[in-house]
């Protein structure tokens, strides 16, 4: 229970901010990092599992158009399940959450592997979704409080990307579990979700000593036990790296009015009148790479199977280069982000991406590309369009106050993917029964929605590389909060 709630005088934001990287600071990525692994495994298994499904053998036998709706009922979950848990985790605290989302997945993508009708599946990946969902607004807003500022931007891109590991492991597995000479078609499809649960309860099992965010615990009426934990982490860090720290100056002391929750006025009211310029930067990052991302990995397979001629068998191994690519992205790009600075690289990244996308789509309508080379180019596009994308998650998780954070991802990343993530699968799903012109319309509307948020990133940027969360967005609970411009 809260302490009682009061006004206080704290440092604990300068004091995280300060900490050198040790590794301690390592447990926190694996044990809430790790989640995008899952994220990527989900979305790739279905993809490239695609074909099977629409095989009588499989005990499905989903049409083109069904396994287009089973992608957006996928989205619709992980929408839903964000704005829920989003909001229970801005109330209840971040740790909690973590936890009950990952179960959540866990019992969702089990009963998946126990599937035997179309309408049982759509209800469990609209679950699976959910947990998922619920993951990126605790997560996200965890890791940000936990994170030094210096380092945000960068551990930030490499977690999100970290979705790309999973994309990757997912299409080697599927491509073992296709094989028919050693599973039978009926069972293959089942065990990869099954092994995502396995993935998933090994990922609880490390999650269960990574801590409650400091910052939500001292505006909450828990300041001795944040005050604590805080101290725990010094000390371990100090252990850790064989130095002591600096003492935290008078200045850099915050006051907070303590409080129990944030309803879903205030949460409105902060995001459209307060903040109106960083409200549409939001939403026009998360709508451009929804779609894209969604439209073709939902359907990649699809794509290579039905208008390329590639085997089902196959076609899962197209995902691993270009999972490959995603991956490389943020790792070789995140440190820019802290250094060049977020808006020069959030901008360059996605327009840069739909200028390759639209010369993609010239030469794959053009019947230039083949299998191959389609892949090579989606490697090169998802490259860059890789790094904007894991931007778009750091972007809404530092740029609004702490007490709306997750509401705040969950919102943009349910608005965004809702608009985006729900519309493109289903799209791309009937375009492919229109051939490989039909199909080009499409990746010219992914290349155009990139292209334009990378403008409106260009002139609604913040600069928020290495400065405090409570900089860049002063807590609604501050006394005397400052409003900014934008």
Request: charged share 15%.
């Given at each position: 229970m809260a302490e009682g709630l009061r006004t206080i005088a704290t440092r604990i934001p300068a004091r995280m901010d300060r900490l050198p990287w040790a590794r301690w600071h390592w447990l926190v990525v694996?044990?809430?990092?790790?989640?995008?692994?899952?994220?990527?495994?989900?979305?790739?298994?279905?993809?490239?599992?695609?074909?099977?499904?629409?095989?009588?053998?499989?005990?499905?036998?989903?049409?083109?158009?069904?396994?287009?709706l089973a992608a957006g009922i996928y989205v619709a979950g992980a929408c839903s399940g964000a704005l829920v848990f989003g909001y229970l985790t801005d109330r209840f605290g971040r740790k909690k959450l973590f936890i009950i989302t990952l179960g959540l997945y866990l019992l969702a993508t089990v009963a998946t592997?126990?599937?035997f009708t179309p309408l049982f599946f759509f209800i469990c990946r609209f679950f699976t979704g959910a947990g998922i969902g619920g993951e990126y607004a605790?997560?996200?807003?965890?890791?940000?409080?936990?994170i030094p500022a210096r380092r945000r931007g960068v551990v930030d891109l490499a977690i999100n990307g970290s979705y790309w590991l999973g994309t990757?492991?997912?299409?080697?597995?599927?491509?073992?579990?296709?094989?028919?000479?050693?599973?039978?078609?009926?069972?293959?499809?089942?065990?990869?979700?099954?092994?995502?649960?396995?993935?998933?309860?090994?990922i609880l099992l490390v999650r269960r000593n990574v801590p409650e965010s400091p910052r939500w615990l001292f505006i909450h009426g828990h300041d001795t036990q944040a005050?604590?934990?805080?101290?725990?982490?010094?000390?371990?860090?100090?252990?850790?790296?064989?130095?002591?720290?600096?003492?935290?100056?008078d200045d850099k002391e915050i006051r907070i009015r303590q409080r129990r929750s944030t309803g879903f006025g205030e949460i409105a009211r902060t995001a459209v009148t307060r903040f109106p310029r960083r409200f549409v930067l939001g939403l026009s990052l998360f709508i451009g790479q929804a779609f894209l991302y969604n439209a073709v990995f939902f359907t990649y397979a699809l794509v290579l199977t039905e208008l390329?001629?590639?085997?089902?068998?196959?076609?899962?191994?197209?995902?691993?280069?270009?999972?490959?690519?995603?991956?490389l992205g943020p790792i070789l790009l995140g440190h820019f982000f802290d250094s060049v600075g977020r808006k020069p690289m959030i901008a360059s990244s996605y327009i840069g991406s739909g200028i390759l996308l639209v010369v993609t789509a010239l030469m794959f309508g053009g019947g230039i590309l083949d299998a191959t080379w389609l892949?090579?180019?989606?490697?090169?596009?998802?490259?860059?369009?890789?790094?904007?994308?894991?931007?778009?998650?750091?972007?809404?998780?530092?740029?609004?106050?702490?007490?709306?954070?997750?509401?705040?991802?969950?919102?943009?990343?349910?608005v965004g993917t809702g608009l985006g993530g729900i519309i493109g699968p289903i799209l791309f799903g009937q375009l492919i029964g229109g051939g490989i012109q039909s199909v080009t319309y499409g990746y010219y509307l992914g290349a155009?929605?990139?292209?334009?948020?990378?403008?409106v990133e260009l002139f609604l940027g913040i600069n928020a590389e290495r400065r405090s969360l409570e900089d860049i967005a002063t807590p609604l609970s501050a006394e005397n909060p400052t409003v900014p411009s934008s």
């Open positions: 694996v044990g809430l990092g790790t989640v995008w692994i899952l994220d990527g495994l989900e979305v790739t298994i279905v993809g490239a599992i695609a074909g099977r499904l629409t095989e009588d053998s499989s005990g499905l036998g989903l049409t083109t158009g069904e396994i287009g592997a126990f599937s605790a997560i996200n807003s965890a890791i940000d409080e936990l990757a492991f997912g299409s080697m597995l599927t491509v073992v579990l296709l094989n028919t000479d050693i599973f039978a078609a009926g069972l293959g499809w089942r065990l990869a979700f099954g092994l995502g649960a396995v993935l998933g309860l090994v005050e604590e934990l805080v101290g725990s982490i010094e000390e371990t860090i100090e252990r850790e790296t064989g130095t002591t720290l600096e003492t935290v100056p390329l001629g590639v085997p089902d068998d196959i076609a899962p191994w197209s995902l691993v280069p270009i999972a490959i690519g995603n991956f892949t090579v180019c989606w490697c090169v596009v998802f490259f860059f369009a890789s790094a904007g994308a894991s931007s778009a998650y750091l972007t809404v998780s530092e740029i609004f106050p702490m007490e709306t954070r997750a509401m705040s991802i969950a919102f943009f990343y349910a155009g929605l990139m292209i334009a948020a990378g403008l």
